[in-house]
Structure formats: structure tokens, C-alpha cells
């Protein structure tokens, strides 16, 4: 008999898709290194946390235990703003995920340059769509297959990563935190690049709030969730960042990519060739995540009329909303035509412009439904709630003040489509509605 309920994920597998989602391993934080300076990179890691995802998981707990709704952050600020706020959260995030997930899909494809130097042009395009696709099927399975990859797939992460760490603490001899800065660079590049890159590092904890509805006892499982990813997250980036520094202290040298360089270094080329796997398993795990996580925002604003009803399509047997997770698949097969590295800064407004709707809904839904149970809450009372709000808002500023030139020329754009796409679908809406309406 064909099963039509949805399959739901309890706390195990809901920890590992989260932590692939927002963090997935260490790969990614180099460019840091040299435009930072090692010290400051180190504290990046330590303090960042306190600014971003640690406040925004406490408001995310806090609103998925009030609300577990399919569209999360997307329906809390429908709740808190109205129609126009709730629709720019979601559209920005929908749109901040075309940007994201072909960017891991192309990701995957230069790794795989690393062994096969010849995946180039049209090769390395059909490689990018077929890891889409094959994460498309995935998905369109269910959270429980998608969790048990996710599994599998940071737990082959963690272990080389963990391996280099060991061995390069018995050969530590440099200050990781010297120098602090780099000589002579401009404050542009020490605070505003580098801090771009922590914020886009240690994004997403409120984004897999878009599957409550599947997920096992929401209002428990989320919180305990949360409290496990935020510290493993942070210890993902600092540690293994901290040994490579203090065995080789050769911080001029870090690029994207460097965890490879830096594991032959310390263990040897099989180790090298190891983390070269995990950061390309690593690349997958990321992809495999955030479809999940972004292909409900369609789904719910479909739902709620605010685009094509196609959307609202489940998959007759997995109940998952089929028709979401292909067309978003599609796009980022689109955009995978191209090296989005560039377009990560615009990625950055989206992401933050997404984040402070979801952390002031915290605050206008603490107004406006006082009464609203709430399995968990923000804790320290109305100090507590100042700091979850104002903690990411004061971060965003910074960043954003510090974005390069081509985040201030195209994030803007990317922000303002938001309220174009809201008046065409509206006006679509009512042009629709009048004429199914009676003479």
C-alpha cells in the first residue's frame, strides 16, 4: 500500500542536517587568514558567535517552538509585519538560495580539478547539474534519507579534519595568534572582507524552521538541536584552523583551499589527499542541506497564494513539495553555468536582510501575541530579548559598511527586486481573482 504521510526526522538526524547546512566543515574560512590576519581570525571565530548565530538561534528556538509552521522565518514575519514584510523574507531567502546552491554544486566541480584536471567548460557544467540532480532525487525522498546522508557525509568530514588537528598539535611551534592583523593592509580588508566571510561562515541557524512540519516533536527537538550545533559549529572553524597555525605559523600562504595544503604539510600526502576528499564530500553535504532547507520557502508562499499554486505539487508517495524542490533545482542548475565566487557578496544582503526580519519578529511577536505559547523562550527576560535583537542588528550594520564595491553595487539591486516581485504578484493575484469572479 502506497504510504502518503509525511516521514518525519527526530533530534539525531535534524542536528546533522543542521550542521550541514550552516557549517559542513572548516573549508571555506581561508581567504580569512591572509585578509585578516591569523589573531584576528581566531577571534572572529570566538566573538562573531556572540553577535550572529548564537542570538538568532535563541530567537529561532524560541519561534519554532511558538510556531513550527512549513515556511518558519517566512511565516513568523507574516505574523509580526504583515503580508508585504513576510513575503520580502521569503523571497529574499528563496533568492539568496539560487546564489548558494549552485555555488556548492560549482564548488564540487573544481575539487574534482584537483584529481581530473581536465573537468573544464561544458564537463564541469554537466558535473555541477548531475550533482543537482542526484540531490534533487534525494530530496524530493524526504528529511529522513536527506538526514541519513547528512550523516554519513559530515561524519567522513570530521574524521580527517579531526586526524590533522591531532597530529598538528604534536608538532606546534608558532603563536597562532601572531600577527593579529596583517602589516600594513587597509582596515577595509581587515574588517570588512574578513567580516563578510565569519558572517557567511556561521549563517542559517534560523533556516531549518522551513521543515517544523517535519520534524518530530518541533517545540522539544529544535532547541536541543540548536544548543548542539552552535558549539560544534564554532569548534568546526577555530580548532582546526588554530593547529594548522600553530604547526606551520605560515599564514601568508592561506587561499582558498589551503586545509588540503595544510593537511600534506602536517601528516603527509595521504593526509593532504584525505581532506582534499572531505572538503569535496563536504561540498555535497552542503548542497544537500540547503536544498532542503530553502525549497519549503516556495512551497509556503505558494501556499499562502503569493505565488504559482503549481508549488503546493507534494510527491503522491514521500509528501514532500516535489514541485518546489525541482523548479529551485532547476534554477541553480541555471546559475551553475558560472563561478559565482563574486556573487557571494550579494548573497551576504540577502542572508542579512533575511535575518533581521527574523530577529525583529521575535520582538513585534512578543507585542503583539504576548499570550502565544512559547515551549521555549528567550532566557534573561527582556534583557535577554534586547540582546537577541540587537546583537545581529548591530552586526549587520558593520558588515554591510564593510561590504566590497561589488556587494555595494549588486546587493542593493538584489534587495530592491524584492518589492518589485511583490507588486507583479499581487496585481497577478488580482487580476486572476477578478476574473474568476461572477458577472
Known amino acids: 500500500m502506497t504510504r502518503t504521510h509525511i516521514r518525519k526526522a527526530g533530534l539525531f538526524y535534524l542536528v546533522w542536517v543542521m550542521f550541514s547546512y550552516t557549517t559542513g566543515g572548516p573549508f571555506g574560512l581561508e581567504d580569512q587568514v591572509t585578509t585578516s590576519g591569523p589573531g584576528m581570525t581566531l577571534i572572529y571565530h570566538l566573538v562573531l558567535p556572540l553577535f550572529w548565530c548564537i542570538p538568532i538561534s535563541?530567537?529561532?528556538?524560541?519561534?519554532?517552538?511558538?510556531?513550527?509552521?512549513?515556511?518558519?522565518?517566512?511565516?513568523?514575519?507574516?505574523?509580526?509585519?504583515?503580508?508585504?514584510?513576510?513575503?520580502?523574507a521569503g523571497w529574499w531567502n528563496w533568492s539568496a538560495s539560487f546564489l548558494l546552491g549552485s555555488s556548492y554544486a560549482v564548488l564540487f566541480s573544481d575539487y574534482l580539478k584537483f584529481y581530473f584536471p581536465s573537468v573544464v567548460g561544458w564537463k564541469h557544467y554537466l558535473i555541477s547539474v548531475a550533482l543537482i540532480a542526484l540531490i534533487t532525487y534525494v530530496n524530493v525522498r524526504g528529511i529522513q534519507l536527506v538526514g541519513k546522508l547528512a550523516t554519513v557525509l559530515e561524519l567522513m568530514v570530521l574524521l580527517p579534519v579531526a586526524v590533522m588537528c591531532v597530529v598538528a598539535l604534536s608538532k606546534w611551534q608558532h603563536n597562532p595568534f601572531l600577527p593579529l592583523v596583517p602589516p600594513h593592509q587597509p582596515l577595509f580588508q581587515v574588517f570588512?572582507?574578513?567580516?563578510?566571510?565569519?558572517?557567511?561562515?556561521?549563517?542559517?541557524?534560523?533556516?531549518?524552521?522551513?521543515v517544523a512540519e517535519e520534524v518530530e516533536d518541533p517545540q522539544r527537538t529544535y532547541p536541543k538541536a540548536l544548543a548542539w550545533v552552535v558549539p560544534l559549529s564554532i569548534a568546526t572553524y577555530f580548532l582546526p584552523t588554530l593547529c594548522a597555525l600553530g604547526a606551520l605559523g605560515n599564514w601568508q600562504q592561506w587561499h582558498t583551499g589551503y586545509f588540503s595544503d595544510a593537511a600534506e604539510l602536517i601528516g603527509g600526502r595521504w593526509l593532504g589527499v584525505w581532506m582534499t576528499v572531505a572538503a569535496t564530500v563536504a561540498a555535497v553535504s552542503l548542497l544537500n542541506s540547503t536544498v532542503l532547507a530553502?525549497?519549503?520557502?516556495?512551497?509556503?508562499?505558494?501556499?499562502?497564494?503569493?505565488?504559482?499554486?503549481?508549488?503546493?505539487?507534494?510527491?503522491?508517495?514521500?509528501?514532500t513539495p516535489a514541485a518546489a524542490i525541482v523548479i529551485s533545482c532547476a534554477i541553480y542548475a541555471g546559475f551553475a553555468w558560472h563561478s559565482l565566487t563574486q556573487l557571494i557578496s550579494v548573497y551576504i544582503w540577502l542572508r542579512i536582510a533575511t535575518s533581521l526580519l527574523t530577529v525583529l519578529s521575535a520582538w513585534r511577536l512578543r507585542q503583539k501575541a504576548p499570550d502565544l505559547p512559547r515551549a521555549f523562550r528567550i532566557p534573561w527576560g527582556r534583557k535577554g530579548l534586547?540582546?537577541?535583537?540587537?546583537?545581529?542588528?548591530?552586526?549587520?550594520?558593520?558588515?554591510?559598511?564593510?561590504?566590497?564595491?561589488?556587494?555595494?553595487?549588486?546587493?542593493?539591486?538584489?534587495?530592491?527586486?524584492?518589492?518589485?516581485?511583490?507588486?507583479?504578484?499581487?496585481?497577478?493575484?488580482?487580476?486572476?481573482?477578478?476574473?474568476?469572479?461572477?458577472?
Open 386 to 439: 534586547m540582546y537577541a535583537v540587537l546583537a545581529p542588528v548591530l552586526m549587520s550594520g558593520v558588515a554591510l559598511l564593510g561590504s566590497d564595491p561589488f556587494g555595494w553595487k549588486w546587493g542593493p539591486v538584489a534587495l530592491l527586486l524584492g518589492p518589485v516581485a511583490y507588486i507583479f504578484f499581487r496585481r497577478r493575484t488580482a487580476a486572476v481573482d477578478a476574473a474568476a469572479a461572477p458577472d
Open 294 to 319: 530553502s525549497t519549503r520557502m516556495p512551497f509556503a508562499m505558494a501556499e499562502d497564494g503569493y505565488i504559482s499554486h503549481w508549488l503546493t505539487r507534494r510527491h503522491p508517495r514521500y509528501r
Open 192 to 210: 570588512g572582507v574578513g567580516l563578510a566571510l565569519g558572517l557567511w561562515l556561521y549563517s542559517g541557524y534560523e533556516q531549518l524552521s522551513t
Open 58 to 88: 535563541l530567537v529561532a528556538a524560541e519561534l519554532t517552538t511558538a510556531m513550527p509552521v512549513e515556511g518558519g522565518f517566512y511565516r513568523w514575519t507574516r505574523a509580526g509585519f504583515g503580508d508585504f514584510w513576510g513575503f520580502l
